[in-house]
Nanobody, 128 residues
Framework: EVQLVESGGGLVQAGGSLRLSCAAS????????IGWFRQAPGKEREGVST????????YYADSVKGRFTISSDVAKNTVYLQMNSLKPEDTADYYC?????????????????????WGQGTQVTVSS
């Protein structure tokens, strides 16, 4: 059974940092792309960052480039999202998601509907 469990969310002031963790189980880590997505109240879910399990290539939404860093620890089957210089507009529920890496085109790498497995989410609130 595939499981994705997020942790690390919380309340932080603007300019602060948080690190989210996504513990994965039930699949071969290296065969999957694992991404972070977020959904703010009243808005659609959007892709934030993804890392390919096959070669470690990383991708970022323009809104987080230079501030967020995605990484993985294969030994722990865990993906991290280091979020620095947080802004109030980063406030959202953050979700970890996974899908098979092979055949996932770069064009769709941050497209939520391309991801099959989802965690329950963790809330991030950035105060101004």
């Amino acid at each position: 059974e595939v499981q994705l469990v997020e942790s690390g969310g919380g309340l932080v002031q603007a300019g602060g940092s948080l690190r989210l963790s996504c513990a994965a189980s039930g699949f071969t880590f290296g065969d999957y792309a694992i991404g972070w997505f977020r959904q703010a109240p009243g808005k659609e879910r959007e892709g934030v960052s993804t890392i390919r399990g096959t070669d470690g290539t990383t991708y970022y939404a323009d809104s987080v480039k230079g501030r967020f860093t995605i990484s993985s620890d294969v030994a722990k089957n865990t993906v991290y999202l280091q979020m620095n210089s947080l802004k109030p507009e980063d406030t959202a529920d953050y979700y970890c998601a996974a899908t098979e890496d092979y055949g996932l085109l770069d064009h769709f790498i941050l497209t939520p509907r391309k991801y099959v497995y989802w965690g329950q989410g963790t809330q991030v609130t950035v105060s101004s």
